[in-house]
């Protein structure tokens, strides 16, 4: 396991050896360690291990190749909680969190971790550019630059995945209906919730609720 931002190094010389990739965005760690209540303030990043013996990881592993290999066969549903339980697993056994003003090096800087704390505080509002250079004290071009060396993503596109993560917890809460789900994540309307929903998940919100509560015995983190 290795920590977002690390680089590394792995000499395998003549070794026949296997193994399977599986890389977790900074956000979407984030975001379901929040949800599940592991981190309430600072960050959350993943420790770095070798020669890990942990069948409960290797088998989440294994389903999720074999889920892959047959092409998504049971569905979308089923390799989200797949991937849930594989990151709930990580955060209850490899994870750190890091107090907020701590010194230690971080998968991301202190200007741009506030910004991420602001986004994910103001789903809802009409988020400007602007407005997320200045408060990292950057010119825009610096800081969409900066912004995606250190998590990956553009300014947009990562906070149109924070939207999108967090419109997929309150669907599968099943407490309120899309129209208002698509106002509190800061779509502008239903349509344009829906078409972003579709293009980062493969399914509409309405189907993604549908195949949530077909699957009651289902475990969705």
């Given amino acids: 396991m290795t920590p977002c931002n690390e680089s590394l190094l792995c000499p395998w010389g003549r070794t026949s050896l296997y193994f399977l990739k599986i890389e977790i965005t900074p956000a979407v760690l984030e975001e379901i360690a929040r949800e599940s209540g592991y981190l309430k303030e600072g960050h959350i990043q993943l420790d770095r291990k070798f020669h890990v013996k942990d069948s409960k990881l290797l088998q989440l592993g294994l389903w999720m190749l074999e889920e892959l290999q047959n092409g998504g066969a049971k569905g979308k549903i089923y390799s989200d909680s797949l991937s849930n339980m594989l990151i709930i697993h990580l955060l209850q056994h490899y994870s750190s969190v890091i107090p907020q003003h701590s010194n230690r090096k971080t998968p991301a800087n202190q200007e741009i971790f506030q910004v991420i704390q602001f986004m994910r505080e103001r789903l809802e509002d009409e988020i400007q550019l602007t407005d997320l250079a200045g408060m990292a004290n950057m010119s825009q071009s610096h800081f969409i630059r900066i912004f995606k060396q250190q998590t990956g993503y553009t300014p947009h596109n990562y906070l149109i ?19 208002e789900i698509a106002s509190q994540v800061g779509f502008a309307d239903q349509g344009h919730f829906t078409r972003l929903f579709k293009r980062e998940t493969g399914l509409t919100p309405k189907l993604y609720a549908n195949q949530s509560s077909s699957k009651p015995n289902h475990m969705i983190y």
Wanted: glycine letters at 10%.
């Fill in 161 to 179: 995945r924070l939207r999108i993560e967090r419109s997929k917890f309150l669907i599968r809460s099943g407490k309120i209906g899309l129209k």
